[in-house]
């Protein structure tokens, strides 16, 4: 509710001109790269895939550090709590469906 | 031009059924009834002011059990007509691709429509006052929620009477939910009353997270809290972990019909295997998010007819969120028969044998609690001790269906159908209802009569019994799901009768529960519950007037341990001298009603309509609305006011008169 906004106004007061700049210029390489892979034709098949998620990884890492400022959340640490289960429940499904449907005896 | 709106019209509406004919002709006499009387009564102004626009967790509760039990309803006539088809062999009731929109809409309403939106309702009626809160924790947003999922079933049940049904199964599998073989409205129909009242949920299971970590009365550690709240908590944690998964894998399904997409087709290189593979991502964890609260309310009610503490109450919390996450990895045992292997196979049927543990522990202490209780045996305590043998019953089976070799033999049989209905029948409605009775004094301030509440059980629960016992043994007599008839010559027609009859029994079981209703509200002021605390409760709803005040709690409780209010009791009886602490009234914080939700919800009903039969004309203007919706909602300052001390008193002065005459 509105009213106990004050308190917590004392808290949002984090980041600086500094990070703020470091993560967007990082952002922006991390994002310039894997467009430059692909107009530019650098990397074929495994290592352009292999390449373009990891660059996705490092955004997301960069997103939570810079701009969702994970590190400075105060105890209990609920939005990185959620984070790991989110990952988990994430590799669960990526893994978990990539298993399941490449050795889908039917669909090979 | 009356030659081109005759044409349209025939296409638009759905014709030729006489059995739709009558439903159309009921649905405009109804809502024609239900305009007169609120004219006629000027009760227009009165409806929006309070129920409409409210943000009342109290409310909003009442308007999606409300809705539940309609939907509940429609989803019976459903499983009736399916029942009444199979009664006989060769029957002719229903033609076949009527058949497969029943069970179509059948599956989809009881679980997204029926079950989903009865559980909010009790979520919202009962853990801001299990918690000690005045409100969840965005009340603009648990109004919304609840009115996206209104839009999302509105659209949903539209489809009965314009455009047809969706035909392709609860969970449209593809390639027979794809535009080839499907290219009427139906299935997107399907999609979007999904999609919209999909928004909804996620956002109740992020409100109820924030509302349980962070609104708790001071002294409710985690560990304090009863255990339909943690319940809550561990289905929520599912909710918006999943939800997004069907979003998704809805949203690729509706590319493939809208944009012409390869998603899940069978050219074009896509896969309609992946579409099964990600809907049960969402679908397994679905049925533990429902079935969780009814263990919560289970707990509940055994503890307080027991008049005992829960026996094991932290291994009942660590039972919950066990399988709140573990429900994120069994997945695979919906398709076994898809072929992917030994190896994923037993993976996934050990995961799944798995969840039984944590569940045998919540059954064991359950049980224990009982033991050597003082049980009282009420209509909530009824279905609870009806609910252990029959989900005890359905998990057995559950396991049978995990082991993977067995299941190639009862995949997609009248075992599962049996298998499923138990558990979520026996589990999830009878917890319910459960929990509805528990809670209905604490909602409208009066109880419903006993008597005919215990011939509703036994309705019931052998109504249950006599409809799906028979299907476990037609199942492994070679019966499979959604066949339309049958011949003679299969030797199945006793069992279905027998089936048939079952069913028809917990049809009467319905009517008899709405009795009771009727019968509460007519003889309404004989059984007030004046006391508040109608079933000597342990939990802090029962320290509050029935029905709670709209501020819950005029001075925020203190607590000190698990169970406060039945220890503030027991404190209260061996020292009656004591004076109650002293009470501060200071002015209450409250958040204001808002008309936004329900036009909202409307904007996005005109913008799946305008999906569904790709009309951009009314989706563009339904989406600007919604952003428009949004940025008014942004821009309000004005959402929040103070109760002033002397109107607390004085409601709280005039609760105190009725309760004490």
């Known amino acids: 509710m509105a009213h106990t906004d004050s308190t917590h106004s004392v808290e949002d007061n984090h980041g600086s001109l500094k990070s703020y700049t470091i993560g967007f210029l990082c952002s922006i390489v991390l994002t310039i ?18 390449a373009l998620m990891m660059f996705g990884v490092l955004q997301f890492i960069v997103q939570l550090y810079f701009f969702m400022h994970l590190r400075e959340e105060k105890k209990p640490r609920y939005n990185l709590i959620s984070l790991v289960l989110g990952l988990v429940i994430l590799v669960v499904i990526v893994a978990g469906s990539m298993w399941i449907m490449l050795y889908n005896m039917v669909a090979l | 031009m009356l030659e081109h709106i005759k044409s349209f019209a025939s296409g638009f509406f759905v014709t030729g059924d006489p059995m739709i004919y009558g439903a159309d002709v009921s649905i405009l006499l109804t809502i024609l009834a239900v305009l007169f009387t609120l004219t006629y009564f000027k009760k227009w102004r009165w409806l929006w002011k309070e129920w409409l626009t409210s943000v009342d967790h109290k409310k909003i509760g009442i308007m999606y059990i409300l809705s539940a039990f309609l939907m509940l309803f429609r989803g019976g006539v459903d499983a009736l007509l399916m029942r009444a ?24 309403i009881m679980i997204l429509f029926m079950a989903m939106p009865f559980m909010f309702g009790l979520f919202n009626v009962i853990v801001p006052l299990q918690i000690g809160a005045r409100d969840v924790a965005f009340p603009f947003l648990n109004s919304l929620s609840f009115w996206l999922f209104f839009a999302g079933a509105m659209l949903f049940n539209l489809s009965f009477v314009i455009g047809g049904s969706p035909d392709a199964g609860w969970l449209a599998y593809p390639p027979y939910s794809e535009l080839m073989y499907n290219p009427g409205v139906g299935q997107d129909f399907y999609i979007w009353g999904i999609q919209i009242s999909g928004i909804g949920s996620l956002m109740t299971g992020i409100n109820f997270i924030a509302t ?26 599912a909710i918006i972990f999943s939800f997004p998964i069907l979003t998704a894998t809805l949203a690729l399904l509706f590319l493939d019909r809208y944009a012409g997409a390869h998603f899940f087709t069978l050219d074009g290189g896509g896969n309609p295997m ?7 991502m969402w679908g397994h964890p679905e049925v533990y998010i429902i079935v969780l ?3 919560g309310i289970f707990s509940e009610i055994v503890s307080t007819f027991s008049r005992k503490k829960l026996f094991g109450y932290h291994s009942m919390v660590y ?15 919906h398709f076994f028969t898809m072929g992917s292997g030994a190896d994923v196979n037993s993976f996934f049927a050990l995961t799944t044998m798995l969840i039984a543990i944590p569940t045998g522990v919540k059954v064991f202490n359950w049980l224990f609690t009982m033991f050597r209780g003082r049980i009282t045996v009420r209509t909530p305590m009824l279905w609870t001790i009806g609910f252990i043998p029959c989900f005890i019953v359905g998990g057995l089976t559950g396991v049978l269906l995990s082991v993977a070799p067995a299941d190639f033999q009862f995949h997609n049989s009248y075992f599962l159908i049996a298998h499923f209905h138990q558990v979520i029948i026996g589990g999830v409605v009878f917890g319910y209802f459960a929990g509805l009775y528990y809670w209905w004094p604490k909602m409208f301030g009066f109880t419903l009569n006993e008597h005919i509440g215990k011939w509703a059980f036994w309705f019931w629960n052998i109504g249950f019994y006599v409809c799906f016992m028979p299907q476990y043994v037609l199942g492994l007599m070679g019966m499979t799901r959604r066949v339309v008839s049958y011949s003679w010559d299969k030797g199945w027609w006793p069992l279905n009768l027998v089936s048939t009859i079952g069913a028809g029994l917990m049809g009467i079981a319905f009517l008899f529960q709405a009795w009771q209703i009727f019968h509460g509200i007519k003889h309404y002021r004989k059984n007030r519950d004046t006391t508040g605390d109608p079933w000597n409760g342990r939990t802090l709803e029962w320290s509050i007037p029935s029905p709670a005040p709209h501020y819950n709690f005029a001075v925020v409780p203190q607590v000190s341990e698990l169970d406060d209010w039945w220890e503030e009791k027991q404190r209260r009886e061996h020292n009656p001298y004591v004076p109650p602490a002293k009470e501060i009234i200071e002015p209450i914080h409250m958040p204001k009603n808002s008309g936004i939700p329900i036009l909202m ?3 996005w009903f005109m913008a799946g309509f305008g999906f569904v039969f790709h009309w951009l004309w009314l989706t563009v203007p339904g989406l600007a609305g919604v952003a428009i919706c949004m940025l008014a909602h942004s821009f309000n300052d004005d ?8 109107e607390i008193k004085e409601t709280e002065a005039a609760i105190r008169k009725v309760t004490t005459s």
């Not at chain 1, 790269?33 to 292999?50: H, R, Y």
């Not at chain 2, 349980?212 to 929520?236: D, E, T």
């Not at chain 2, 992946?274 to 049960?280: D, G, P, T």
């Not at chain 2, 959402?639 to 002397?646: G, L």
């Open chain 2, 319 to 333: 039972a919950m969120m066990i399988i709140s996450i573990l429900s994120f990895l069994v997945w695979a045992h």
């Open chain 2, 293 to 295: 609260p009814a263990f």
């Open chain 2, 639 to 646: 959402s929040d006011y103070y109760i002033p001390i002397e």
């Open chain 2, 601 to 603: 919800a409307g904007f």
């Open chain 2, 212 to 237: 349980i970590l962070k609104m708790r009365a001071p002294g409710i550690k985690l560990m304090k809290m009863p255990l339909f709240p943690w319940s809550v908590l561990s289905s929520c944690i």
């Open chain 2, 274 to 280: 992946m579409y099964i593979n990600l809907i049960w």
């Open chain 1, 33 to 50: 790269i894997p467009i430059a892979i692909i107009l530019g034709g650098w990397l074929e098949g495994t290592s352009k895939a292999v």
């Open chain 2, 85 to 108: 088809q199979l009664a006989m062999p060769n029957s002719n009731l229903l033609q076949p691709d009527h058949y497969n929109e029943i069970f179509t809409t059948h599956g989809v």
